[in-house]
């Protein structure tokens, strides 16, 4: 959970967590489904399918924890910082954990100013860290290191005259001698991947569920959801009905081809099996990801099955969509990512 969240966030998602999953074998019997439910909001669900799969494999061979860098790296999602930490921490493992704040303290106690981001400079701090480790007392001295980076040795303004191992800083000391030389220039800074710019349109389908138009009382309705890839952005998640646009359309233009799509995918078509109830365009929001500057237009689509949502789901060819259809209370209460909420 601590891989790309903030610590304040966490603490409720774990505790919440820990209390419905207490044991690695309970959450093996969770299913995936549920564990993004109560993962929603902490994103990059793929996280969330790790831990899944990883206590289901560990279950499935004894349920035994791996307790070395070279067992718990072959559990799903866990990489060498991972399982160093674990390693180290929680078993006196004498290895090393490398992250971003051991990167900056090594670059600047060595004045390390190669591209910390290549492959080949990331193998040797993790060789050097490997010198470092105190070997009766692993864990500690890992946690030491990132805390000093993550408090002392930060990215704009270290502040060195705290810091317990300024002596044997190279930066430090070449920046005393030199007024062009900076600690913060160590790490050397990377120009970052720029975002990419992305359009859907979503769609909010609502489908009627009484047959009878004349009825006066409230109709019962359900929404109609989609099930994301298994693999990429978002991968095995619930949405609703979208598509990705090549580049700004106008409204009539992003109807057609939610139109098209509903058609293809659902059977869902106003010229035959439905009626439009209400249909609304909503508005737009952005919603950003890592890598990704989503650009979202939502629209809101109530529609009336002529021969009911019985007949419907019966000529249905499932294809290669995965979807369902849900009630309103059960959408509530669903672990839907915060892009769907925000549509919602």
Not at 62 to 70: I, M
């Amino acid at each position: 959970m601590l891989q790309q969240t903030r610590v304040q966030t966490v603490i409720e998602y774990y505790n919440r967590w820990m209390k419905k999953w207490p044991t690695i074998r309970h959450l093996s019997e969770a299913s995936l489904e549920e564990v993004n439910e109560m993962w929603a909001g902490l994103g990059y669900y793929r996280r969330a399918r790790f831990l899944s799969e990883g206590a289901k494999m560990i279950v499935a061979e004894g349920g035994g924890f791996p307790g070395t860098v070279s067992a718990l790296r072959k559990v799903p999602g866990i990489g060498n910082y991972t399982a160093g930490a674990i390693a180290s921490i929680a078993f006196k493992e004498v290895v090393p954990v490398v992250d971003g704040n051991v990167i900056r303290v090594l670059s600047r106690q060595k004045a390390i100013s190669a591209n910390p981001k290549d492959s080949l400079t990331v193998k040797k701090f993790w060789a050097l860290a490997a010198q470092l480790v105190d070997p009766c007392r692993p864990g500690d001295f890992n946690q030491s290191l990132m805390e000093l980076g993550a408090v002392i040795c930060t990215p704009l303004n270290p502040d060195c005259k705290s810091c317990p191992v300024s002596a044997q800083c190279r930066a430090l000391s070449m920046s005393k001698h030199d007024n062009s030389v900076l600690v913060t220039d160590f790490p050397t800074k990377v120009v970052k991947t720029k975002q990419r710019h992305d359009i859907s349109s979503a769609c909010v389908v609502e489908i009627l569920e009484t047959k009878d138009e004349s009825e006066e009382k409230q109709p019962n309705s359900v929404f109609l959801l989609v099930k994301r890839p298994d693999e990429g952005l978002l991968a095995g998640l619930w949405e609703f009905p979208s598509i990705i646009l090549k580049e700004e359309a106008n409204l009539t233009t992003r109807r057609k081809a939610t139109d098209s799509f509903l058609k293809k995918s659902f059977n869902l078509d106003p010229k035959k099996n439905c009626s439009i109830v209400l249909r609304e365009d909503v508005g737009e929001f952005v919603h950003v990801f890592s890598h990704i500057r989503l650009k979202i237009h939502v629209e809101l689509l109530i529609l009336r099955l002529k021969g009911g949502t019985n007949d419907w789901f019966e000529k249905q060819d499932k294809g290669t969509i995965t979807w369902k259809c849900v009630e309103s209370n059960a959408l509530s209460s669903m672990g839907l990512t915060s892009g769907v909420r925000k549509v919602m």
